[in-house]
């Protein structure tokens, strides 16, 4: 859920994924991460087992990390496999019903 302050980043349908809620949520705690290490706490505290470490990575790199960028909700820097949060943005981990929260600062 997106309260009418937080940043319009189509939160209906891009913070309703549990995958990309995941990614913020372990970002709100390192604000700088690994692509290694952010797919393989993806896969080892999230997925029953049926993801692959490298299925995961692809899937970070092609499609949730390029989604969540392109809302400036990270920063992914792909030639050096990191993943950020950008200083305007700060997640709420403190969450109601299970939900993120970002915003611009």
């Known amino acids: ?6 940043a319009t980043v189509d939160g209906q349908v891009l913070l309703t994924n549990p995958v990309r809620r995941r ?6 705690r390192e604000r700088s991460i690994s692509l290694s290490t952010l797919a393989s706490r993806l896969v080892d505290g999230f997925t029953d087992g049926s993801t692959s470490l490298e299925r995961m990575r692809v899937d970070l790199h092609h499609n949730h990390l390029p989604r969540l960028e392109a809302r400036g909700l990270v920063t992914y820097a792909f030639t050096r496999k990191t993943v950020s949060i950008p200083s305007s943005v700060v997640f709420d981990d403190e969450s109601i019903d299970g939900e993120t929260y970002a915003r611009f600062i």
């Open 1 to 6: 859920m997106v309260t009418p302050t937080d």
């Open 23 to 28: 990614i913020c949520s372990l970002l709100a």
